[in-house]
Antibody, heavy 123, light 107 residues
Framework: QVQLVESGGGVVQPGRSLRLSCEAS????????MHWVRQAPGKGLEWVAV????????YYADSVKGRFTISRDNSKKTLYLQMNSLRVEDTAVYYC????????????????WGQGTLVTVSS | SYDLTQPPSVSVSPGQTASISCSGD??????VCWYQQRPGQSPVLAIY???KRPSGIPERFSGSNSGNTATLTISGTQAMDEADYYC??????????FGGGTKLTVL
């Protein structure tokens, strides 16, 4: 069965960095685009970034562009999110999510979600 | 940027039909997905490509999309359907867009 396990969350001061990881299993990781989606406490879902299966296409939300970097290592079946210059408003649960089908520059549906990892940015 | 608008809350009696709307400019020209998020859990894909149900999603869940509005319909609503529901679409400039979410209360 598809499993996505995030790690790397924690408490960090504003302006510092953090790197999230997501280990995938139960499917051919190298065939699928992957997303990061976050959810602030008590708030709705906010998309963060997507990376195509071959890393040829990467998109970011405006709120994180220039500060966050999504990457992947298909040999390790692992997705990453490098978060720099963190702000208080980046506090959220971060979900690693598989996309059912991304092609021709368009993605279809976020079909499997991890359990999330909590990032708290606070002084 | 592209925005999707959902009502903050919808209430329904057990066994009745619940409808949750999602509106956006030209939404009918895009594919819409719906996600269910129960308290304390990760979201689950409930509807994709406007009308399709992933395996494991009960038949009482259905979707439609036309004009500027997509609708998630839950027929014969059960207590276990009480959750937050999010619509989502892909926009060429904003990429993945979520609606603000609708809290479905079954009472």
């Amino acid at each position: 069965q598809v499993q996505l396990v995030e790690s790397g969350g924690g408490v960090v001061q504003p302006g510092r960095s953090l790197r999230l990881s997501c280990e995938a299993s139960g499917f051919s990781f190298y065939n699928y685009a992957m997303h990061w989606v976050r959810q602030a406490p008590g708030k709705g879902l906010e998309w963060v970034a997507v990376i195509w299966f071959d890393t040829n296409i990467i998109y970011y939300a405006d709120s994180v562009k220039g500060r966050f970097t999504i990457s992947r290592d298909n040999s390790k079946k692992t997705l990453y999110l490098q978060m720099n210059s963190l702000r208080v408003e980046d506090t959220a649960v971060y979900y690693c999510v598989r996309d059912w089908d991304c092609s021709d520059g368009v993605c279809s549906a976020l079909d499997y979600w991890g359990q999330g990892t909590l990032v708290t940015v606070s002084s | 940027s592209y925005d999707l608008t959902q009502p903050p809350s919808v209430s329904v009696s057990p066994g009745q039909t619940a409808s949750i709307s999602c509106s956006g400019d030209g939404l009918g020209d895009k594919y819409v997905c719906w996600y269910q998020q129960r308290p304390g859990q990760s979201p689950v894909l409930a509807i994709y490509q406007d009308t399709k149900r992933p395996s494991g999603i009960p038949e009482r869940f259905s979707g439609s999309n036309s004009g500027n509005t997509a609708t998630l319909t839950i027929s014969g609503t059960q207590a276990m359907d009480e959750a937050d529901y999010y619509c989502q679409a892909w926009d060429s400039n904003t990429y993945v867009v979520f609606g603000g979410g609708t809290k479905l209360t079954v009472l």
